[in-house]
């Protein structure tokens, strides 16, 4: 009997560790991993890094994310994945330049980012080192964040408004934790910083240097006239209301990411992106 009973508690460890995974997988895939950490236009291995990210500063390469004890993240402790996703520290105590959106990825709960490190743990790991990144002094002193981040940098979990109804209050932790659509959505000063008079209003030069539109609720320069329906099919086949096919980055994060989720989420995003107030941004 007592076999039996040991037997049976180490299966339900193991389903409720797969379900952790399980969860994690999905989270991963809003949180938009794969695309960042994986070098898709020349056919990289996924989440292996090696991806060049472009911006006013410089080449910044994502770094290796597998399992892998030497060149990946398969010796971090819980401890150590938590201060990397939420705050911008490496396990050498090296602050992350703000190319990885640890400011937004702050506002997830402890919980989800461990599920989404037990999926990460769960892939083949690949050997394949980091590649040093290609910015000029003095933006490659990462010595200088501590500054950037007491200016920019606010940690701390999400906290809906009170008067949010369910469905925001999940949208707005999606929107500004896991899928961190400000980071390109917002436009951002001569220090690499957000400009939070003008979250989600677009951007001249988002990410990678292309034009980012306005996701407010703005009739004139936002998604005024969208309907939540409009939005939810958008996120899951890219298709604009007048016909028109997304290109260039958010189509990489519509198939790799927001078409992967539910049609609850997706239409949770949608009725916080209608609920914050509409921002007049026309993009030049």
């Known amino acids: 009997m007592g076999a039996f009973l040991l037997t049976s508690a180490l299966g339900i460890g193991a389903l409720q560790a797969q379900e952790v995974t399980d969860k994690g997988a999905y989270l991963t895939a809003a949180g938009g991993c794969y695309g960042c950490h994986t070098d898709i236009k020349n056919k990289g291995v996924p989440f292996a890094g090696g991806r060049p990210l472009e911006t006013p500063f410089g080449v910044f390469y994502t770094p290796n994310i597998t399992p892998d004890p030497e060149t ?16 911008g520290v490496s396990p050498s105590g090296h602050y992350y330049f703000p190319a990885f959106p640890y400011t937004s990825y702050t506002k997830m709960t402890d919980e989800d980012a461990l599920a989404i490190k037990s999926y990460l743990m769960s892939l083949a790991p690949v050997a394949q080192e980091n590649r040093a990144h290609d910015v000029s002094a003095p933006f490659s ?144």
């Open 141 to 284: 002193w990462r010595w200088l964040q501590w500054g950037w981040r007491l200016l920019f940098f606010k940690d701390g979990p999400y906290v809906p408004p009170v008067t949010a109804s369910d469905p925001v209050a999940r949208g707005g932790y999606l929107v500004e934790a896991l899928t961190h659509c400000g980071e390109c959505h917002t436009p951002r000063n001569f220090l690499g910083g957000t400009d939070s008079s003008l979250y989600l209003a677009g951007a001249a030069a988002g990410g990678e240097g292309e034009k980012v539109p306005n996701i407010t609720p703005d009739d004139a320069t936002g998604i005024g006239d969208w309907s939540e329906a409009d939005l939810v099919s958008f996120m899951k086949d890219g298709m604009m209301p007048d016909f028109d096919n997304v290109q260039g980055s958010m189509e990489e994060v519509i198939d790799h990411s927001l078409s992967k989720l539910t049609e609850d989420d997706l239409a949770a995003i949608a009725a916080y992106l209608k609920s914050i107030p509409p921002i007049n941004n026309k993009i030049q």
């Open 72 to 87: 990946g993240i398969g010796s971090w402790t819980d401890e150590e994945f938590l201060a990397a996703l939420k705050d």
